[in-house]
């Protein structure tokens, strides 16, 4: 016969870790609602950016500009940036992204092409350095809800090392937030920069919401106006020179988006992994009561037939 006293403390810790998977949930929520905010108020720079890129592409041949970041070479050496988070309880996250990065070496490898890795997140530097990967620098406690000024201090690491030629491209490995319940992991070239990728092109950003008293996500196409600059303007500084300072920052812009997304795919696993590991607590209560009232009737049957048999004993 099952210990009553075991199911009732079983339920009780149940019940106590669903009410820690469903606070664990909500903070996520909180923190994608902030993301999301972040990403909006980033947008404006971002857009001026991109119009103000493209209507120089208008003025100039990016082609014939010599400019270093543009500058491809014989790839011998790649770098590859890994975005992963700092802690766990999210799923698969973690997860994929370190296996798409690591999919991406054995091809770099395959072709007989060098690589070395600058990860961003703790998860992905400790199953790297047990892999006794070759591993360039690592960056780990960064914000959950990324800055622009970590954004920075990235790139201009992956600045200097392509600068320097120590690698001849740098590839970033993160995760695309697609929705809540979906992210995949993307490899993107980040250096040298791709002159047909500086076109303005139709984006979208995430809202999170509530209906119902559910969460849901509301995508939202943003296309970015493309204007060109006046065939009368005059700069007082050469174009080339302009676009010398300012593809920079449209490096940082990129990889501050990456960082956005990264984070926002974490969240939105969070939630959903807590949101799953509370139904599953639920169910597990449900069962576990089913068993504790059996295991009670079976012993009130028992103890009545020991009255009973008692009871006959003494007539007797």
């Known amino acids: ?85 700092d802690r766990g309880l999210c799923g698969a996250y973690n997860t994929n992204v370190i296996r798409r990065a690591e999919m991406r070496a054995q091809e770099l490898k395959a072709e007989g092409i060098d690589y070395r ?26 914000e959950q809800i990324p800055t622009a000024g970590e954004a920075s201090t990235i790139a201009d690491h992956l600045l200097s090392l392509f600068l320097s030629e120590t690698v001849d491209r740098i590839e970033l490995v993160y995760t695309k937030f697609v929705s809540l319940i979906s992210s995949r992991p993307v490899v993107q070239t980040l250096l040298p920069l791709d002159p047909q990728g500086l076109e303005a092109s139709d984006d979208e950003i995430f809202r999170l919401t509530t209906r119902g008293g559910a ?62 590991a509370s139904d599953n607590a639920s169910d597990l209560i449900k069962s576990l009561s089913l068993s504790y009232n059996k295991a009670r009737q079976a012993a009130i049957t028992q103890e009545i037939l020991e009255v009973v048999g008692g009871a006959e004993a003494l007539a007797k």
Do not use: C, W
């Open 117 to 142: 890795f600058i990860l961003v997140g703790r998860k992905a530097v400790q199953y790297f350095q047990r892999r006794e990967q070759p591993i360039d620098k690592t960056y780990i406690n960064l």
């Open 215 to 276: 969460f849901q996500v509301e995508r939202e196409k943003v296309t970015t106006p493309t204007q060109s600059l006046p065939q009368d303007m005059i700069f007082e500084q050469d174009p080339v020179q302009i676009l010398n300072a300012l593809l920079p920052l449209y490096l940082n812009n990129q990889l501050l988006r990456a960082l956005q997304e990264s984070a926002a795919s974490e969240l939105a696993a969070r939630m959903t992994a807590m949101n799953n």
């Open 1 to 85: 016969m099952p210990n009553l006293k075991f199911i009732r403390d079983r339920i009780q810790s149940v019940k106590n870790t669903k009410k820690i998977t469903e606070a664990m949930r909500l903070v996520a929520a909180a923190k994608v609602r902030r993301a999301q905010e972040q990403v909006i108020a980033t947008r404006p720079f971002a857009d001026r950016l991109a119009q103000v890129l493209h209507g120089l592409q208008t003025r100039l041949r990016f082609e014939d500009a010599d400019l270093p970041l543009l500058k491809k070479r014989e790839v011998k050496t790649v770098g590859i940036l890994v975005i992963s988070g």
